[in-house]
């Protein structure tokens, strides 16, 4: 069965630094992996998509995550935090087995940005 | 991306009513639409799957005679919460999706609360 792991719950950075959000997956067969935003009373809105074309994804707002199969992470990264960036982030697995389609949301990361 | 709204955005009603949700895709005709529940600060939970003209596929766990779902048009889902409790209160949230399953887009959410 397919499941993700985020590793923190809750990430704090100074705007214009690094951020670094940690997802490891669990899947049986080349997963389909991605990250979705949701800001407060929002929708959720999808960051960016990995479906084994390229390891390396880049998605919207200078986000990016790379998929390492060895380490089975898929985290996200962003060079410099910006204070809108501050939101749940979720890493999610599509399952597609068996019948049954349906995408299965990690715990989520809540990123917090200093000024 | 595509536009999938959700009225009403919020609602609170009496414990032992019904509340109707509804999920509109705005601009695209959706094959399958998805309801999620969300409790604060947890992740999303998938409720059920729905297919235009079909019965719905609810995950083990989700009442169906309390839960009743009704995707009756390929722009169209709503969500029924029977006999409302004030342990239903939540952020239920639905997504549309076409021909690729593993591409959602997410509606804004409805909170409601059953006091």
Sequence with gaps: ?115 | GAVVSQHPSWVICKSGTSVKIECRSLDFQATTMFWYRQFPKQSLMLMATSNEGSKATYEQGVEKDKFLINHASLTLSTLTVTSAHPEDSSFYICSAAGPSLDTQYFGPGTRLTVL
């Design chain 1, 1 to 115: 069965a397919q499941s993700v792991t985020q590793l923190d719950s809750h990430v704090s950075v100074s705007e214009g630094t690094p951020v670094l959000l940690r997802c490891n997956y669990s899947s049986s067969y080349s997963p389909s992996l991605f990250w979705y935003v949701q800001h407060p009373n929002k929708g959720l809105q999808l960051l960016l998509k990995y479906t084994s074309a390229a390891t390396l994804v880049k998605g919207i707002n200078g986000f990016e995550a790379e998929f390492k199969k060895s380490e089975t992470s898929f985290h996200l990264t962003k060079p410099s935090a910006h204070m809108s960036d501050a939101a749940e982030y979720f890493c999610v697995v599509f399952s597609g087995r068996d019948s049954s389609y349906k995408l299965i949301f990690g715990s989520g990361t809540r990123l917090l940005v200093r000024p």
